[in-house]
């Protein structure tokens, strides 16, 4: 079946500029996370979406991130007025999460990721 | 002090060497555990998870001690294919992941 999907895989823009990044989850998937990875380093947490509770924000780095999830399904990570230090692959992952009368939560599959480099 | 932490390395081994990861982490509501593998420029994918009695799967094993909050990954007979940064993830039952920031292991022929 599909993975998670991440458009687009790279983008380039001014600073200043909005930019939108897209995630797609695993069908059936009721959890959705958000990464971001900077060159030789480890995974930095910004949201999570676990079904319709208020998503965990607490890693969201400034207000210039915001993300949504529409009908459970897509996610969309926007950056108002990029900066260079907001350079990096953005990384969106989805698992069952807690549904199906699990308790724990399960196995993430991470997307490809979105290279976004800010010149 | 980083909610899960992990020996950066790099670990250079040859091939055929035993090599033990160690993750400690802080977060006392962590209840499930996992060892994720990233490959250069890739994305990470689970490598396995990581259960109170201790698992093991192939050449990897994985223990967990809830007491020390400490979490390992034993690598046996290394293969080159095994060189890749070996990430520790804790969860919370809210469903709330920290990864580590990763150890890097090289295996040379």
């Known amino acids: 079946g599909a993975g998670v999907s991440q458009s687009p895989s790279n983008k380039v823009t001014e600073k200043g500029k909005d930019v939108e990044l897209r995630c797609d989850p695993i069908s059936g998937h009721t959890a959705l996370y958000w990464y971001r990875q900077s060159l030789g380093q480890g995974l930095e947490f910004l949201i999570y979406?676990?079904?319709?509770?208020?998503?965990?924000k607490s890693g969201l780095p400034s207000d210039r991130f915001s993300a949504e999830r529409t009908g459970g399904s897509v996610s969309t990570l926007t950056i108002q007025r990029t900066q260079q230090e907001d350079s990096a692959v953005y990384l969106c992952?989805?698992?069952?999460?807690?549904?199906?009368?699990?308790?724990?939560?399960?196995?993430?599959?991470f997307g490809p990721g979105t290279r976004l480099l800010v010149l | 002090r980083k909610e899960v932490e992990q020996d950066p390395g790099p670990f250079n081994v040859p091939e055929g060497a035993t090599v033990a990861f160690n993750c400690t982490y802080s977060n006392s509501a962590s209840q499930s555990f996992f060892w994720y593998r990233q490959d250069c420029r890739k994305e990470p994918k689970l490598l396995m998870s990581v259960y109170s009695s201790g698992n093991e799967d192939g050449r990897f094993t994985a223990q967990l001690n809830r007491a020390s909050q400490y979490i390992s990954l034993l690598i046996r007979d290394s293969k080159l294919s095994d060189s890749a940064t070996y990430l520790c993830?804790?969860?919370?039952?809210?469903?709330?992941?920290?990864f580590g920031d990763g150890t890097t292991l090289t295996v040379k022929p």
């Open positions: 992952a989805s698992s069952l999460g807690l549904a199906g009368g699990t308790t724990l939560p399960g196995t993430q599959y």
């Open positions: 993830v804790a969860a919370t039952n809210a469903g709330k992941s920290t």
């Open positions: 979406f676990q079904g319709n509770s208020a998503p965990d």
